[in-house]
């Protein structure tokens, strides 16, 4: 089966794209692979796959390969005399801005390319914390009480120390603090602040259970991957998540019971259907008093959270098989002609 | 100054788009206007100003015009041996899919070109009505009770009749109908279900006080319409509605005491804030028992709701020097360049 590789953008999380990308290459050894990355530019170049290194984009060897175009329904590659098109499924494995904001979504929908990803809407309540929030409250599904702030507000912090900072909008542990008392309060608010311009502040609890689960609909049925249970630190630095997006051994189970397995599943399946159909996403929770919390919802989880699939190629297979198709609405002139009509014209 | 009107897309509303774009050739005949038609096929053309009339897009006179492609900075019109940049503020005045839905706006963003017009945030907010409901409930602003279905589920509707059966997603009445006992009710469903698969069912309030009431941020300040009071019908079916957006009479200001201006005044501007910024919006609401509640926003109103501002030329203006920009991230390669030092390569 063909499946393309769509990596990079212009995001702060540009690089663990491609650590991502080289993961994949690996784990869907089994699929005729290309990959197309976008660079800072907002440029898209076909990537040989033999090039497929970190080196080759830190030192820009990608401009020496053939740029491409979106066009409807393919890729296009111009070259002096002839275009050639490339029109296989897309995998969209930018992490954060243009793949997790809705930009590369509505770029395939509107040109009618199918891909693997979240579209528009599932980005919006999945990219910025606060509408993830929205999405929380409107279908019953419990998360963390929080404020948010505008850069310059004047506004008071009313939850208790100690507090988490984040940017509303990244991935990754960019930006994000850990505040134990007033003290460090400015400088968590100014490093945020560096990276989003609405900031989020969420109660921090110390030791709490973490659980992240990954799962999508395929032939409208909800797949689900093993629960793991994360790491324990007070959380992932950016460097160790940078490794972590290379991650491609399966691991352990989490030690838990059936009952926290169902809510966990409950939970996922609440904030999946009706709108992230098309993508295989993680979301992780919190358990606190033995009741399941949304943390954050990743629409395009690093290295597509190969490593909780028993069986990834299967996955992306069965999931490659069952993408939403963009029905494009047939234009019609039924008005215009009616008036024209009536005028004589 | 110069302003590029972008009009058309593959939407049930692309032949209301072509009226709104007639009539601001007309209400903004004081910029230096150029004109691009997106068609039913996603391609976009450069219309020639003398042929801005209806006949020339449903006769598609319209293929005969320079296509032209979105790159970093602007629209691309390429010739044998040269290629020009069409790169003003566009206007985006898509209607419905496209414009409403976070396409365009995306694709702007992307390829950095400024735009008047509601971000892809923004878009997923106000163009599926479910989305507008958790809206509200998340910043307080009231809206009906109602309730939503996907095609093919079965579920009873626990609202008494008679209420009103809407596409979650259209605009300008399509689809709409309201539905006064059981007996119709399948037939209503069914019409709403051709346009869209999600239904909105809200309760039908007859000789509910409506007032519309449009604004936009510009330095920082809320600068709002008139408020109007519209004219009442139980609501306007489709052909009344595209008559409607070839509006550009300044209508009559609502006979309303400044207290209830205030209070619509107040709900606008809490829904704007934070998220229609660029985008000059009107906002549709109800008012039952002296509270306001939200019916529906517009955020690429028809004829951008000319008729309802004092000074549309001035407006357009001021708003056109507010734009936001969509600052794309500088991307580093600091994690590769430092993993590549430590293995000497």
Same mark, same amino acid.
């Given at each position: 089966?063909?499946?393309?590789?769509?990596?990079?953008?212009?995001?702060?999380?540009?690089?663990?794209?491609?650590?991502?990308?080289?993961?994949?290459?690996?784990?869907?050894?089994?699929?005729?692979?290309?990959?197309?990355?976008?660079?800072?530019?907002?440029?898209?170049?076909? *990537?040989?796959? @033999?090039?497929? =290194?970190?080196?080759? $984009?830190? +030192?820009? &060897? !990608? %401009? #020496?390969?053939?740029?491409?175009?979106?066009?409807?329904?393919?890729?296009?590659?111009?070259?002096?005399?002839?275009?050639?098109?490339?029109?296989?499924?897309?995998?969209?494995?930018?992490?954060?801005?243009?793949?997790?904001?809705?930009?590369?979504?509505?770029?395939?929908?509107?040109?009618?390319?199918?891909?693997?990803?979240?579209?528009?809407?599932?980005?919006?309540?999945?990219?910025?914390?606060?509408?993830?929030?929205?999405?929380?409250?409107? *279908?019953?599904? @419990?998360?963390? =009480?929080?404020?948010? $702030?505008? +850069?310059? &507000? !004047? %506004? #008071?912090?009313?939850?208790?120390?100690?507090?988490?900072?984040?940017?509303?909008?990244?991935?990754?542990?960019?930006?994000?603090?850990?505040?134990?008392?007033?003290?460090?309060?400015?400088?968590?608010?100014?490093?945020?602040?560096?990276?989003?311009?609405?900031?989020?502040?969420?109660?921090?609890?110390?030791?709490?259970?973490?659980?992240?689960?990954?799962?999508?609909?395929?032939?409208?049925?909800?797949?689900?991957?093993?629960?793991?249970?994360?790491?324990?630190?007070?959380?992932?630095?950016?460097?160790?998540?940078?490794?972590?997006?290379?991650?491609?051994?399966?691991?352990?189970?989490?030690?838990?019971?059936?009952?926290?397995?169902?809510?966990?599943?409950?939970?996922?399946?609440?904030?999946?259907?009706?709108?992230?159909?098309?993508?295989?996403?993680?979301?992780?929770?919190?358990?606190?008093?033995?009741?399941?919390?949304?943390?954050?919802?990743?629409?395009?989880?690093?290295?597509?959270?190969?490593?909780?699939?028993?069986?990834?190629?299967?996955?992306?297979?069965?999931?490659?098989?069952?993408?939403?198709?963009?029905?494009?609405?047939?234009?019609?002139?039924?008005?215009?002609?009616?008036?024209?009509?009536?005028?004589?014209?």
């Amino acid at each position: 089966m063909k499946l393309t590789i769509l990596f990079g953008g212009a995001s702060f999380e540009h690089e663990i794209s491609i650590v991502s990308a080289i993961t994949l290459k690996q784990k869907l050894s089994q699929f005729d692979l290309s990959f197309i990355f976008c660079d800072g530019d907002h440029k898209f170049y076909l *990537i040989d796959d @033999k090039k497929m =290194k970190a080196t080759t $984009f830190s +030192k820009a &060897e !990608h %401009k #020496n390969m053939p740029e491409l175009t979106l066009r409807n329904g393919a890729f296009i590659q111009k070259s002096m005399f002839s275009s050639r098109e490339h029109k296989n499924i897309v995998l969209n494995l930018i992490h954060g801005a243009d793949g997790e904001d809705g930009s590369i979504a509505s770029m395939l929908d509107f040109f009618s390319i199918k891909y693997i990803g979240p579209r528009s809407e599932a980005c919006t309540f999945s990219y910025d914390k606060r509408y993830t929030k929205y999405l929380c409250e409107a *279908i019953g599904v @419990k998360s963390l =009480k929080y404020e948010s $702030f505008y +850069k310059n &507000e !004047h %506004k #008071n912090i009313t939850l208790p120390f100690p507090i988490i900072v984040k940017p509303a909008s990244l991935g990754s542990s960019i930006g994000v603090s850990i505040v134990k008392d007033e003290h460090d309060l400015d400088y968590a608010l100014d490093t945020a602040f560096e990276y989003d311009k609405h900031v989020l502040v969420e109660p921090f609890i110390d030791g709490v259970m973490e659980y992240n689960l990954a799962g999508y609909i395929a032939n409208e049925k909800m797949h689900f991957s093993i629960v793991e249970e994360p790491q324990k630190e007070e959380f992932l630095d950016f460097e160790k998540k940078y490794m972590d997006f290379s991650r491609s051994e399966q691991v352990l189970k989490a030690e838990i019971g059936e009952e926290l397995i169902v809510k966990l599943k409950s939970n996922f399946e609440k904030i999946y259907r009706g709108l992230f159909e098309g993508a295989l996403i993680r979301c992780d929770f919190f358990v606190i008093d033995g009741e399941v919390y949304l943390n954050e919802i990743n629409p395009v989880p690093g290295s597509m959270a190969n490593y909780l699939f028993e069986d990834f190629t299967h996955s992306i297979e069965e999931l490659s098989n069952s993408l939403p198709h963009s029905k494009r609405v047939k234009v019609t002139y039924d008005y215009i002609h009616s008036i024209s009509q009536a005028k004589g014209k």
